[in-house]
């Protein structure tokens, strides 16, 4: 069974009694409330650390409208913009100024974990100080122009000495760490520009011919870059593949047509088996996708308002409605809720010193960045 349906084991064993237990306590709590938690007539905002049009922000406007109608008092919610710093800038800010009344909430991704994780020197947040209400695994999709005469993959493999490209990127230590390890380790010439603001405007900048190779998570695939793919303005080349629960990595059911990363680094390399790279590579595939995207309110945030919005998530994510257009726009990918995000979350924060140690290595090697 793949990611889609249920999450790697080796990552997320939960039994069904602690999980019942976990509900069950949920259930009681709500219970014992003397006043129930209504968030009627208020305002949530929503803080988005990336520039409109990229993955998290086409994720974060599309559960925008389904948490007014699922949270008690159906709240208005809005969405506050603030990129910079590979999304560091609106966590900072985020965890400076979020309110514990349950009215903030921050959509937290990937480059958002990374950062933390590899202890970028610009982070000032900590996500033991957060709590996790819903999250949502996902995976990516490396697309490359058309102008460049490949066909797929196996072309792409055939032509590396022949071919060089520009990335446009948020940054090494962002979400652009998966694909420009996976490039790097199957020997493609790939200069990064630096200084995009998210993964829509890498994106765009594609669409303008200012770079010719670019990835976007499959929420702003499916939206953003099928349709350039249907008119011939870009070539899929392979996507990151999916989980299984024996930790191999498989295609994305969402992009069954596409080879994943494991193919392609067959193609060029050989066994992926003995790649440390590989590996590497794999850890933080599973750090940054797993649960890629993460909706976070102040751990402070009373225990009653955490449980309203929880108990909220989980009855949304069931819905007949939600689950017909999530799967159009966000990809077949289960999303989680309860003790599952913070088992999820747990996972993130799980990445090995091995694996952190040999990218920081590659980080000053291939970029020049400290960490």
């Known amino acids: 069974m793949l990611l889609n349906h249920k999450f790697n084991k080796t990552m997320l064993q939960v039994s069904r009694h602690i999980t019942f237990a976990a509900l069950t306590t949920f259930c009681v709590s709500s219970q014992v409330n003397a006043k129930p938690v209504s ?24 559960f925008g409208p389904y948490f007014t109608q699922s949270l008690p008092g159906e709240p208005v919610v809005v969405i506050k913009n603030i990129p910079g710093g590979g999304s560091t800038k609106g966590a900072n800010q985020f965890a400076r100024r979020a309110k514990d009344n349950g009215l903030d909430i921050l959509a937290s991704s990937a480059s958002t974990h990374y950062t933390y994780l590899l202890n970028d020197r610009r982070v000032e947040y900590d996500y033991n100080d957060w709590k ?59 200069q990064a520009v630096f200084g995009m603001k998210g993964r829509g405007a890498g994106r765009l900048a594609f669409e303008r011919g200012e770079v010719n190779l670019d990835s976007q998570t ?131 924060l799980s990445l090995d010193e091995e694996s952190k140690k040999w990218v920081a290595k590659w980080l000053k090697d291939k970029y020049n960045t400290n960490l």
Request: aromatic share 12%; charged share 25%; no cysteine.
């Open 39 to 62: 968030f009627e007539g208020e305002r949530v905002e929503m803080t988005v650390p990336y520039k409109e049009g990229g993955g998290t922000d086409t994720w974060a406007r599309f």
């Open 218 to 348: 499959s929420s702003a695939y499916l939206k953003k870059v099928i349709p350039l793919v249907e008119e011939g303005k870009a070539i899929p080349l392979f996507s990151f593949g999916v989980i299984d629960e024996k930790g191999k990595l498989q295609r994305d059911p969402n992009f069954p047509d596409i080879p994943h990363f494991g193919e392609v680094y067959q193609l060029a390399k050989g066994d992926i088996e003995s790649s440390q790279g590989f590996k590497v590579w794999r850890s933080f595939f599973v750090a940054g996708f797993v649960a890629q995207k993460v909706f976070f309110l102040p751990k402070s945030t009373p225990e009653d308002i955490q449980l309203a919005w929880r108990e909220s998530m989980i009855k949304l994510v069931e819905s007949p409605e939600f689950l017909e257009r999530s799967e159009e726009v966000l990809g077949n990918y289960k999303q989680l809720t309860g003790i599952e995000a913070d088992q999820a979350v747990d996972a993130i």
């Open 132 to 190: 996790a209400v819903l999250a949502t695994p996902t995976g990516g999709v490396v697309y490359i122009s058309p102008n460049e005469g490949i066909k797929n993959a196996e072309q792409f493999v055939q032509n590396l000495d022949k071919l060089q490209f520009k990335y446009a990127s948020q940054g090494a230590t962002t979400i652009d760490l998966v694909p420009l390890l996976a490039l790097d380790l199957i020997g493609a010439d790939v």
